[in-house]
């Protein structure tokens, strides 16, 4: 984007309102000069479009499918400084980095990409953003659950399985006359119902007993099953 003044008399009047130069129509150097000026920024309408006109010369925000990525190309520290000021004043904390010449700030939390769009009144772009990031949330929601619910599966078919072992040991060891008679109730339903959940397990018995009670029941097989099996190891060594 360009923007032409062919007047000279008007050219210096833009640039001493933008305080490129001084009252007396001197230039104000390189060295001193700020990106903007804080008098031409003191009110909050002032710094959006501040805000706004920078991210169209020289900022560019990431495609939120894959990822939260907003920077604006600077050209050295001190400007940095003074657009982070800028920033800062909503709210906005932006990061800083070198890349070749340039320095760069940017925002990767896509909270605060929203706030930006937000400050620079961009609504449309606003709204797109937080359409595509509510989707993401939401499948990464999703995939959460269904990743813990399969974890949960592999515990409990894993848990399944080590009770049927230590239940068959001791049933072809010695028989489930080592165990009491409530442990022999609870080894001889678990074997006959292998895909019973504890809840289901302990609801055939008479009385029933809840989770807790099954799963204690059951850890104790368990520990019985060490047991003989320390006992075997050592009677054949």
């Known amino acids: 984007m360009e923007v032409r003044i ?14 490129y130069m001084d009252e007396n129509g001197n230039w104000i150097s390189e060295d001193v000069k700020p990106l903007i000026h804080t008098k031409l920024i ?10 706004r006109g ?39 904390y ?9 320095t760069i700030i ?20 606003l709204m797109k953003f937080e359409n ?11 995939n959460r659950q269904v990743n813990c619910e399969a974890a949960n599966i592999n515990k409990t078919v894993s848990a399944a399985a080590r009770q049927l072992e230590d239940i068959y040991y001791i049933r072809d060891e010695l028989g489930f006359g080592v165990l009491s008679e409530n442990l022999a109730k609870i080894a001889e339903l ?7 959940s504890l809840k289901e397990l302990g609801e055939m018995l008479d009385p029933p ?5 099954v799963n204690h029941r059951l850890r104790k097989i368990s520990e019985t099953a060490d047991v003989l099996r320390r006992q075997h190891e050592e009677e054949n060594q």
């Not at 920078?54 to 604006?72: C, N, Q």
């Not at 520290?77 to 003074?82: A, C, F, H, P, S």
């Open 6 to 19: 062919v007047n000279q008399k008007e050219c210096k009047r833009f640039c001493k309102a933008m305080k």
């Open 42 to 51: 003191v009110q909050n309408c002032c710094k959006r479009a501040f805000i």
């Open 54 to 92: 920078l991210f169209l010369a020289a900022g560019s925000v990431t495609d939120p499918e894959y990822g939260y990525h907003f920077e604006i190309v600077l050209g050295n520290k001190r400007e940095t400084e003074e657009v982070t000021a800028v920033l800062s004043a909503f709210g906005v």
């Open 94 to 102: 932006a990061k800083t980095a070198k890349r070749k010449k340039n």
């Open 106 to 125: 940017y925002v990767k939390e896509g909270s605060q990409i929203v706030d930006l769009l937000n400050i620079m009144e961009a609504h449309v772009a």
């Open 132 to 142: 595509v990031r509510i989707l993401k949330d939401m499948r990464n929601t999703i």
């Open 190 to 196: 678990r074997l006959e119902h292998d895909d019973a």
């Open 209 to 213: 007993i809840g989770k807790s009670g």
